[in-house]
């Protein structure tokens, strides 16, 4: 079975400064990977995914993450958080499951950002 | 840009009460599918359509049925609600192929009394 694990629950960045947040998954095959984004009262936004290919993938917003098998790490990286990026991101591992996509999603990491 | 349409946006329901949550997408997809949030266990689904005429359980379907009305249509039934259903609930489509990402509704939040 597929699962994800976000360590952290909240992380406090202040604007300007650089985020990493962390996912972690298991998955015995070459997953599907999907990060999201939640603002409050909102629903989730594809921020970025990734399936094949570069390891190093590009999402919007200026976000990026990379695909580390080794680690079976996905993690959610940019290099200078803005306040309007205060929100709730959730790490995703696709796969076939019986004939539709199984999405499994981690608990969250709440950002703060502070000026 | 509708994308994926949920109504009502807000209810509060009273124990043994009955509703359905309505969702509506205008992308074409083939699948579409029900969460719920709760805090700090991010989405769970409850009930899935891969394709237009099917739905299959999710991980948590006791409580709620769903009827997949069309393609563009997939709504969720409490028929007795209970207060372990106050949630926020999301439904989402994607299309059939693995690699593409499903998108969600801006959600229903729903209050049982």
């Known amino acids: 079975a597929q699962s994800v694990t976000q360590p952290d629950i909240h992380i406090t960045v202040s604007e300007g400064a650089s985020l990493e947040l962390r996912c972690n998954y298991s998955?015995?095959?070459?997953?599907?990977l999907f990060w999201y984004v939640q603002s409050p009262g909102q629903g989730l936004q594809l921020l970025l995914k990734?399936?094949?290919?570069?390891?190093l993938v590009q999402g919007i917003k200026g976000f990026e993450a990379e695909f580390k098998r080794s680690q079976s790490s996905f993690n959610l990286r940019k290099p200078s958080v803005h306040w309007s990026d205060a929100a709730e991101y959730f790490c995703?591992?696709?796969?076939?499951?019986?004939?539709?996509?199984?999405?499994?999603f981690g608990t969250g990491t709440k950002l703060q950002v502070i000026p | 840009n509708a994308g994926v349409t949920q109504t009502p946006k807000f209810q509060v329901l009273k124990t043994g009460q009955s509703m359905t949550l309505q969702c509506a997408q205008d992308?074409?997809?083939?699948?579409m599918y029900w969460y719920r949030q709760d805090p700090g266990m991010g989405l769970r689904l409850i009930y899935y359509?891969?394709?237009?005429?099917?739905?299959d359980k999710g991980e948590v379907p006791n409580g709620y049925n769903v009827s997949r009305l069309n393609k563009r249509e997939f709504s969720l039934r409490l028929e007795s609600a209970a207060p372990s259903q106050t949630s926020v609930y999301f439904c989402?489509?994607?299309?059939?192929?693995?690699?593409?990402?499903?998108?969600f509704g801006d959600g229903t939040r729903l209050s049982i009394l």
């Open positions: 989402a489509s994607s299309e059939r192929r693995l690699n593409q990402p499903q998108h």
């Open positions: 998955y015995g095959a070459t997953p599907y």
């Open positions: 990734y399936f094949s290919g570069d390891t």
């Open positions: 995703a591992v696709g796969a076939e499951s019986g004939g539709y996509q199984k999405v499994t």
């Open positions: 992308m074409n997809h083939n699948s």
């Open positions: 359509s891969a394709s237009e005429g099917t739905t």
